[in-house]
């Protein structure tokens, strides 16, 4: 099963889980949170954001709802963007663009590493390429970051910096992290969800 052209049905049914606070790991605080992003950009904005930032063959997945996030996820003031992508024809232009491709599994050995994705299997999942904004904004000819990272997830959220992270499993040694920006909550297609938050150096996954 291709699960990129399924994902709005799973959505869906995530979705009738998270209304009504059953959303039982994070107890956010958003009072008087404002972002500095601005509401709403083109599909076309953010196409040739990715396409000059991580190659002609990445593809920007727009049939789900939200297909990006804005938010500051790196905590420097400025508005960065987080965008569902195929990456799966792509892989051998990452090097040549310097993108980051990181783990963010928060069960693996190597989360938080940079991995190679030549050598890195797809399974017909998303991935989320990240651009860090400048005061010139995030689709600036030369960003100061650009990272990627792959997993199999139904849609993902944004999780304002301001939100107090709790463990949600009391046999998870890792404390929560606090929040140094905005982060991207993923609820993973196998057992769990994820916390992707940015440690000051790369992203991390922390597991709910």
């Not at 509401?39 to 904005?45: G, I, R, T, Y």
Request: charged share 25%; net charge positive.
């Amino acid at each position: 099963m291709n699960r990129i052209k399924h994902l709005n049905t799973s959505f869906l049914i995530s979705l009738l889980f998270c209304v009504g606070g059953a959303d039982f790991s994070i107890a956010q605080k958003e009072k008087g949170y404002k972002s500095k992003a601005p509401a709403k950009v083109s599909v076309d904005q953010i196409e040739a954001a990715i396409k000059s930032g991580f190659g002609s063959r990445m593809q920007v997945v727009t049939d789900t709802q939200p297909f990006y996030l804005l938010g500051d996820f790196n905590g420097d003031g400025y508005p960065d963007i987080a965008v569902l992508v195929n990456p799966e024809e792509s892989k051998t232009e990452l090097k040549k663009y310097r993108v980051k491709f990181v783990d963010v599994d928060p069960d693996s050995s190597t989360n938080g590493d940079e991995r190679d994705p030549e050598t890195t299997t797809f399974h017909y999942c998303l991935g989320v390429a990240v651009i860090h904004g400048t005061g010139q904004g995030w689709r600036a000819s030369n960003p100061i970051g650009k990272y990627l990272f792959y997993e199999c997830f139904i849609p993902f959220r944004l999780v304002p910096k301001t939100t107090k992270l709790r463990r949600y499993y009391r046999g998870y040694k890792e404390p929560p992290p606090i929040l140094k920006g905005d982060a991207i909550y993923l609820d993973l297609e196998r057992e769990g969800k994820a916390i992707v938050y940015w440690t000051g150096k790369t992203y991390r996954g922390y597991g709910q």
